[in-house]
């Protein structure tokens, strides 16, 4: 079934450690994001990349690094993680780069940096 | 900056009824809006997509309107059932840029 995969699915992480969150999708979407999603805040855009090998901020970049090295591969990583990135962290796409086409989402990855 | 709001937070409504959820935005320059459902712990599953110059979109028992205008976009729900309790997020996407801004979203639950 073409869509967009995520792992892991929950991960439990110390405060200092490093980690990488994956992404991959099927479609062949130009458009790749990375969101997070807290209670009482919503989605927020931390990173984005209209094509491969192009990158941009977000609203919530600070903490959080992406590369996009081809098509469809879009990995987020927390290089120092803190207890305020504990969320819960989806990836999107979209045919096109101006993400008028709409948007398809993964199923999420439930992170707790303890 | 654009400011997306869902009213009601929360639903709750029996079997059979119709629901309807609104969704408000403050900058009436939009390219398009997106309807999503979330269940629990899961991610966001796409339903309606409403380009600027549409004023509705139906898929089944879901029909979206758009009025630009205004600034509201309404997600009706025809003969509820529980399988459609969720959370129902709309999005919306300015003119000149990619990046999608989230409503807050409405819990719906139908009771049987």
């Known amino acids: 079934i073409a869509g967009i995969t995520q792992a892991p699915t929950s991960q439990i992480l110390a405060a200092g450690r490093r980690m990488t969150l994956r992404c991959t999708q099927d479609?062949?979407?130009?458009?790749m994001y990375w969101y997070r999603q807290d209670l009482g805040l919503g989605l927020r855009l931390i990173h984005y990349s209209n094509t491969a090998g192009t990158t941009g901020k977000g609203e919530v970049p600070d903490g959080y690094s992406v590369s996009r090295a081809n098509t469809d591969d879009f990995p987020l990583t927390l290089a120092s993680a803190v207890p305020s990135q504990t969320s819960v962290y989806f990836c999107a796409s979209s045919p096109s780069g101006t993400g008028r086409l709409g948007y398809t989402f993964g199923s999420g990855t439930r992170l707790t940096v303890v | 900056k654009q400011e997306v709001t869902q009213i009601p937070a929360a639903l709750s409504v029996p079997e059979g009824e119709n629901l309807v959820l609104n969704c408000s935005f403050t900058d009436s320059a939009i390219y398009n809006l997106q309807w999503f459902r979330q269940d629990p712990g899961k991610g966001l599953t796409s339903l309606l997509l409403?380009?600027?110059?549409?004023r509705e979109q139906t898929s089944g028992r879901l029909n979206a309107s758009l009025d630009k205008s205004s600034g509201r976009s309404t997600l009706y729900i025809a003969a509820s059932q529980p399988g459609d309790s969720a959370t129902y997020l709309c999005a919306v996407l300015p003119p000149n840029d990619y990046k999608l801004s989230f409503g807050a979203g409405t819990t719906v639950t139908v009771r049987a």
């Open positions: 409403i380009q600027s110059s549409q």
């Open positions: 479609m062949r979407h130009n458009a």
